[in-house]
């Protein structure tokens, strides 16, 4: 199974601040890697698919890079509801693993 | 509108079982690939199952495998998870999520609750 690391696992930012998250696969992925917000007590959301293509009605303040074994999310300008909990998935092959996820909260 | 709305909570004994279901509009149904994942109670994700459109193929995490089966009935629009020999580690909430057939998944339920305790 391919192994999904984020770091941080947590990370306390302000409004207006620009944050990055890193998700590293344990193989190489190609661009087949997702990022998901998940609010509390809420269901995923998809943000960011194929590692650097905004989903649809996502604001623009979000962004993701990367390719093979290595990738990031980037949030600009941070807003208040921007903090949740972010997590990273590869659907490179079965099992489509998920990374631990990141907290990302208010300082 | 997509939607996706799944079954009830449950609570359930060690040992038994339990079926989820996840029922589909919005969308033509048989079009897609559809899976089920999981979260623990303050833990991450986890991908269980998949089953293409047809119900033809499906795939489990090793974990599971031989205790959940996924399956769907098309005429019904509808998405299912039998789990059986049920353990207190498979307590938490279960998701319904639709493949958007770019390797990624588009719509989510809103979770179901299972509960495993005496």
């Known amino acids: 199974d391919i192994q999904m690391t984020q770091s941080p696992s947590s990370l306390s930012a302000s409004v207006g601040d620009r944050v990055t998250i890193t998700c590293r696969a344990s193989?190489?992925?190609?661009?087949?890697l997702n990022w998901y917000q998940q609010k509390p007590g809420k269901a995923p959301m998809v943000l960011i698919y194929a590692a650097s293509n905004l989903q649809s009605g996502v604001p623009s303040r979000f962004s993701g890079s990367g390719s093979g074994t290595d990738f990031t999310l980037t949030i600009t300008s941070l807003q208040p509801e921007d903090f949740a909990t972010y997590s990273c998935q590869q659907t490179y092959n079965t099992p489509y693993t998920f990374g631990q996820g990141t907290k990302l909260d208010i300082k | 509108d997509v939607q996706l709305v799944q079954s009830g909570g449950v609570v359930v004994q060690p040992g038994g079982s339990v079926r989820l279901s996840c029922a589909a509009s919005g969308f033509i149904f048989d079009d897609y690939t559809m899976h089920w994942v999981r979260q623990a109670p303050g833990k991450g994700l986890e991908w269980l199952s998949l089953i293409s459109w047809s119900g033809g193929d499906t795939d489990y995490a090793d974990f599971v495998r031989g205790r959940f089966s996924i399956s769907r009935d098309n005429s019904k629009n509808s998405l299912y998870l039998q789990i059986n020999s049920l353990r207190p580690e498979d307590s938490g909430f279960y998701y319904c999520?639709?493949?958007?057939?770019?390797?990624?998944?588009?719509?989510w339920g809103q979770g179901t609750l299972v509960t495993v305790s005496s």
């Open positions: 193989q190489p992925v190609g661009i087949y």
């Open positions: 999520a639709k493949d958007s057939s770019g390797y990624y998944f588009d719509y």
